[in-house]
Structure formats: structure tokens, C-alpha cells
């Protein structure tokens, strides 16, 4: 590997860390300190789900690229905690909804903030330029992360 190719994988593999563990510390910090950095994604995916009416377990699974059942395991735990709540479909007692209660709301809402103040403190000293560059760079690294599920 060429020396810049080293650097970018070194970068990735802290940047990964450095985001995971400042989650781990907004969330023991917030009042919401019971939530899991994976409990908290499946927050995030329900809420996503909510706003397009893809809110089955099925679907929030594909998003989150689980089984169903460690979603089913997932959705249960935060179910109890308080955060989440599944209904039957009358139209067919198989396919599950999943919604946010007011308190899986509020720790969307706080995760929310954490990854506003991300952005705006990475963007906060780079040019309209560099943030466009940064952002491509990014899709196309996704892209592969998506390509290889």
C-alpha cells in the first residue's frame, strides 16, 4: 500500500472509533443514559421509517441490514425501556409497525443534535469547495460499504 492509501486507512479506522466513542459519551451524558449506540440507530431507523411509511419490521431490518430477529430483539428491548411500541396490522395481524413513543421521540431528537453539532463543527472552517469534495468522497465511500452487504 503507497504511503497516501496507508494514511487513508489509518484515518478511517480512527475517524470510525473517534464517532463511535463521542456517541457512546452524548449519550451517557443526556438523561437518556440507558440507550445502546445500537439502540439508539434503531431509533433512528423507526423514526426514519415513520416519515416514509416504512415502518414494518421487515423493511426497518433491510434498512438497518439485520435479521429480523435481532431486530425483533432490538425493537423488543426498547419496547420495554419505553422507547418504541409495535401494532399489528388490522389489514394482516403478520406485518408489524413499529412507531416512536413521546420518549423514543426525545432520544431522537437529542442523537439528532449530536450529529448537527458534528457536521456543523466539521464543516465550520472548510470552504463551500472543500465540503462538496469531503461529501463526494464520503458517497463514493458508501457506495462500497453498500455494494459489499
Request: proline share 1%; net charge neutral.
Amino acid at each position: 500500500m503507497n504511503d497516501n492509501k496507508e494514511k487513508l486507512n489509518t484515518f478511517l479506522v480512527k475517524i470510525f472509533n473517534d464517532i463511535l466513542r463521542l456517541e457512546e459519551a452524548s449519550l451517557s451524558k443526556d438523561e437518556l443514559g440507558n440507550l445502546s449506540i445500537s439502540e439508539i440507530h434503531v431509533i433512528e431507523a423507526v423514526y426514519d421509517s415513520c416519515q416514509d411509511n416504512t415502518n414494518t419490521m421487515t423493511e426497518i431490518a433491510n434498512k438497518l441490514m439485520v435479521t429480523s430477529s435481532t431486530l425483533t430483539t432490538s425493537v423488543k428491548t426498547l419496547e420495554n425501556k419505553g422507547y418504541l411500541v409495535r401494532t399489528k396490522l388490522p389489514s394482516d395481524k403478520r406485518r408489524v409497525n413499529v412507531t416512536l413513543t413521546p420518549l423514543g421521540e426525545k432520544a431522537y431528537k437529542s442523537h439528532r443534535q449530536f450529529h448537527n453539532d458534528l457536521v456543523n463543527n466539521v464543516t465550520g472552517t472548510l470552504s463551500d469547495e472543500e465540503i462538496s469534495t469531503l461529501a463526494l468522497a464520503l458517497s463514493t465511500l458508501h457506495r462500497y460499504f453498500i455494494s459489499i452487504k
